[in-house]
């Protein structure tokens, strides 16, 4: 199984054709919020089932601000993350994914990409596509796979 797992387009989700041309086809795509009214868009491109959650900037949407679910074995916790302080930090937020018994907690808000495992979770964060904030300022994204043996693996992408 492969997971495009993306965040922070701020109403410019074009760039989401030139990630899926060099990841190639997706199973499933997890938006982390701050779509600001693009959901349409991000479905039709990925023609796959997407996971999409509302971030601060999201002011009218519909979309709900938190979601738990299953991808294979593992239970996902997705958040925008600013209700957690996630600028200042992440155990607020591996907290609020532990008591959900999480395995993976995906976010955003941040604009800066973080894969990190600790005490038996996971904590994603893809950066951003629109407005990246980390050294370099690429927009970035995660790559997940699932394997057949159901092992979860990571990986950071950028587009140049």
Partial sequence: MKILIISDTHGYAERLPQVLKKTGPVDVLIHAGDI??????VIRTCECPV?????NNDWVSNLSRELTFMLEDY???LTHGHNYGIALGTEMIRD??????AD???CGHTHRPMIEKKDNLILINPGS?????????????????????HIARFSIGQLD
């Fill in 129 to 149: 596509l629109t407005y990246p904030r980390q050294i370099g300022r690429k927009p970035t994204y995660v790559l997940m796979t699932i394997d057949k043996d």
């Fill in 75 to 77: 239970r996902v916790f």
């Fill in 96 to 101: 609020e994914a532990i008591s959900r018994r």
């Fill in 51 to 55: 996971y999409m959650v509302s971030g």
């Fill in 36 to 41: 600001e009214g693009q959901e349409d868009y």
């Fill in 104 to 106: 993976i907690v995906i």
